[in-house]
């Protein structure tokens, strides 16, 4: 049960959400059609070409889901936790993925699968920063975890079960930002191409500079005064 959600969390998971949608519009928009805000197609295409000995599938889609682990590894090492907590390293983590996201779209303009490469890592940075907030899911990069929750919630309210309004208000709010985010990415992709990327890295450049102004540290995530 969520018992409460600050205004940060609010703010920060839906701007997020969208910067997801509008990230991964740009991937699915491009010649490749390919999906970089998470790789479960793009496992199960590595599966398949495995299966079916097409090597020049099993270097793209494993090249792919190796970007992504390694930019959710970059977010392990420097937030160090699953759970979002302010007072973690969230600016940092933050700023990198805006860096990643601007030399993905400087490397899209002559290369497009090493910028997707680095698209797609960036967004594994971002799914990495945080997987729960009190109780309940905070996934900002893909909407299973998020649909899933608002279809179980549906199906309590048929039966008649208790019901967690608090989560469902968060999942609605992911859910109506990624939708959001990949509707602004796909109208300006037709107009401004791969440099929708560097908006997506400008967005997530200012949340880290706003984040590490405005949202003070746990006094347990402080350092002790000597």
Not at 98 to 103: E, F, N, P, R, S
Not at 107 to 133: F, I, K, W
Not at 198 to 213: D, E, K, P, R
Request: with cysteine.
């Amino acid at each position: 049960m969520v018992r409460k959600l600050e205004r940060w969390v609010w703010i920060g998971g839906g701007l997020l959400a969208l910067n997801g949608g509008m990230v991964n519009s740009v991937g699915l928009s491009s010649i490749a059609q390919q999906t970089v805000s998470h790789v479960t197609g793009t496992t199960t295409l590595f599966a398949l070409a495995v299966g079916q000995g097409n090597s020049e599938m099993i270097l793209r889609a494993g090249a792919l889901v190796l970007a992504f682990a390694a930019g959710a590894a970059l977010a392990g090492m420097i937030v160090k936790s699953e759970s979002l907590k302010r007072g973690r390293r969230y600016a940092a983590a933050l700023g990198l993925e805006a860096g990643l996201l601007a030399v993905a779209a400087l490397v899209m303009r002559e290369h497009l699968m090493p910028g997707l490469l680095v698209t797609t890592a960036a967004c594994g940075l971002q799914n990495g920063l945080a997987s729960t907030y009190s109780g309940a899911i905070l996934r900002t990069t893909h909407m299973t975890g998020v649909i899933t929750d608002l279809g179980a919630t549906a199906g309590y309210l048929l039966g008649r079960a208790p019901v967690d309004g608090l989560r469902a208000r968060l999942h609605g709010m992911l859910l109506t930002a990624f939708m959001g985010g990949a509707i602004i990415g796909g109208f300006l992709y037709v107009r401004i191409g791969w440099r929708v990327l560097f908006l997506a890295a400008a967005l997530t450049a200012s949340l880290a500079i706003l984040y590490s102004v405005l949202v003070r540290p746990d006094p347990d995530q402080q350092s002790p005064t000597p």
